[in-house]
């Protein structure tokens, strides 16, 4: 028997048609849905190969009914559900596996895929059915062939990305199901009868009726879930695609170390107009060769703190690479990694700044810089040499005239060549670094080797210096004369601004990892604007000061990774503080203060 296909029934191949697309439409839906999350997506996934199933199944079953083909409902009719189900799933998830550019191999497997579950409806129909039959294999060849090209049409239209061409890849492959199945149905000759008794079909009818509503509920709800989740997708999708390619600094994804996308502002940075230039090479084509190894030790550090989180590292501190461009331009920037996923696998997103400009601004602002204390510095040393040059200068002249004797001169030359000694002396110990000999040393003994040189000078003046030493060792890893050259200086400027006589206060105590040093005496003070000039060259507010000893004592303790504060209040006094690294030594020191010394000892 050859099955009758009445003109009256055009109604369900319509409405077999509408179910096969709208169930197509939701699949390819939620295969363009690739920004949603790995462990959201297979659920997806899942629900849109169950959809997919559910509408080809309920397609053939209402073209069975065009024609008058009635097919009683068993475990061999049920089967088709899972597996054109599980057809449907490995489609996606071969399709979805190659990115938003699946290759030509992925979209025929995909296809093929596609292909084998539609033609189980039928394989597994005509096997239910007990009767003799033979099929016309041209009709069956034509059926198949016109079932896959349609699925690949689709799947081909699917990777455009847009809803036009989801529509369309719906509607083409919902043409490939109907026609698989009116062309097999054409090439099929049925032998024996397959009737029905009346109240048996109206019961088959309405069961099927129910049956078929239900999966077009299904189909229907599951549908306009997948377009408002595809909607969404797509804003968000467009949302961070306007920020990525408007954005100034260059964002790229590399996937090992290969370019695997790379924004306008990247291309235009590296002067490569053509992406396909860029994309697919590896990153260490156009970095520069002497930043190589330090790419590739950022790299793995980023690697070895992401393992160490178990996989959760926050985004690494930049590093600035040099980089030459498509022309050949090195440019100097500034990156910056983070870790996420491109197409189901990890990559690493890395924003590039050029910061070239940047750099020759520090440059220009460091030599000028430079230029400027240079030129303070050369002017200083040209005000104090200049002063003694001139009374050389004129002494020289007198006695040249021979207008008066020479003796009386002598002296007072002597003493300005000494100043210009002692200004060049102490420019050349700041010129640049020397070699010492640094070695562990109790700053007691220095400061009580300073005390007892400088007393006789501080009795001079009526200055009575009073020391408290404390009573444990204070060790400190450095070089003995220049500490004693910082403790000069500043007991000196003490006794030197107390004309009146007075006392002088010294500290010297353990302050957790430092050794504090404490000179405070009671000279008139210094104000706040005096006090931010401290340290610099050629400041004084002595008449006879250079100004250099303060500058060289600043130095001398920052180079033994130290530092110096100063407190005054005018009228009362001067506190200098200075702080000193403490080191642990198991050596026994020989610090002693003898009675007969005269000073004070706490």
């Known amino acids: 028997m050859i099955p009758y296909l009445s003109m009256n029934h055009l109604l369900y191949f319509l ?32 629900g849109g190969a169950i959809v997919f199933s559910l509408g080809a199944w309920s397609m053939h ?60 409806l039928n394989f597994f129909c005509i096997i239910s059915y007990r009767a003799s039959l033979q099929i016309d294999p041209i009709y069956l060849g034509t059926a198949l ?18 809803p036009r061409f989801r529509i369309a890849g719906s509607l083409v492959l919902g043409t490939g199901a109907i026609l698989l199945q009116v062309l097999t149905m054409a090439g099929t000759r049925f032998y024996g009868e397959s009737a029905m008794l009346g109240y048996q079909m109206d019961n088959y009818l309405l069961f099927m009726g129910l049956l078929l509503a239900l999966a077009a509920v299904i189909i229907f ?25 408007n954005s100034i600094d260059m964002i790229a994804v590399v996937s090992g170390t290969t370019w695997e996308f790379v924004n306008r502002s990247g291309l235009s940075m590296f002067e490569v107009y053509d992406e396909s230039r860029m994309v697919g090479r590896s990153i260490f084509d156009f970095l520069h060769p002497d930043y190589h190894e330090k790419l590739r030790m950022h790299l793995h550090r980023h690697q070895t703190s992401k393992a160490a989180h178990r996989g959760k590292v926050e985004n690494s501190p930049p590093i600035e690479l040099d ?38 601004n520090e440059e220009l602002l460091i030599n000028s810089e430079k230029l400027y204390v240079a030129g303070q510095l050369a ?14 200068k004129g002494f020289l002249q007198l006695i040249a005239s021979g207008r008066t004797s ?17 200004i060049v002396s102490e420019l050349l110990m700041l010129s640049k670094p020397q070699v010492y000999e640094m070695d562990f040393a109790d700053v007691r003994s220095m400061m009580l080797d300073t005390v007892l040189l ?99 004592s600043y130095k001398i303790v920052d180079n033994h990774k130290g530092r110096i504060r100063v407190a005054s209040q005018l009228g009362t006094g001067t506190t200098f503080e200075i702080r000193l690294p403490f080191r642990n030594h198991s050596s026994k020191s020989s610090f002693q203060v003898m009675p007969e010394d005269g000073v004070s000892a706490g």
């Open 15 to 46: 409405l077999a048609y509408t179910i096969v697309a709208f169930a197509s439409f939701t699949m390819l839906s939620i295969a363009g849905s690739l920004g949603i999350k790995q462990s959201k997506r297979t659920y997806w996934q899942l």
């Open 61 to 120: 079953f209402i073209t069975m009914l065009a024609y008058n083909f009635v097919q009683t409902v068993g475990p061999l009719t049920i089967l088709p559900l899972f597996v054109i189900g599980g057809a449907a799933y490995l489609a996606l998830l071969v399709y979805s596996g190659g990115g938003d550019r699946p290759s030509i191999a992925r979209q025929l497997s995909a296809s093929l895929l596609l292909t084998t579950g539609l033609s189980s």
């Open 145 to 162: 062939i016109c079932c896959f090209g349609a699925a690949f049409t689709s799947v081909y239209l699917q990777q455009k990305n847009g």
């Open 221 to 245: 709800a599951f549908s306009i879930m997948a377009c408002l989740a595809d909607r969404r997708y797509g804003l968000i999708n467009e949302r961070y695609r306007l920020l990525v390619e």
């Open 323 to 360: 980089w030459v461009t498509g022309t050949g331009r090195l440019i100097s920037t500034e990156l910056i990694l983070s870790e996420s996923t491109f197409a189901g696998k990890p990559v690493v997103v890395i924003i590039i700044r050029d910061i070239s400009e940047r750099k020759k």
């Open 379 to 392: 002017a200083g040393i040209a005000h104090e040499i200049r002063n003694p040059l001139t009374s050389l």
């Open 406 to 422: 020479a003796s009386g001169y002598y002296d007072i030359m002597k003493s300005e060549l000494n100043r210009i000694e002692t």
């Open 454 to 552: 400088l007393e006789s000078q501080a009795a001079l003046y009526g200055i009575v210096v009073k020391a408290d030493y404390g009573k444990e060792p204070l060790w400190i890893y450095g070089v003995d004369s220049q500490i004693k050259q910082v403790f000069i200086n500043v007991l000196k400027n003490a006794i030197e601004v107390m004309q009146d006589g007075g006392e002088i206060e010294i500290s010297l105590r353990r302050d957790h990892s430092e050794v504090l040093i404490s000179v405070m005496d009671m000279g008139p003070g210094i104000d706040e604007e005096q006090l931010a000039k401290m340290g610099q060259p050629f400041y004084t507010t002595k008449d006879k000061g250079t100004g250099l000893g303060l500058m060289v």
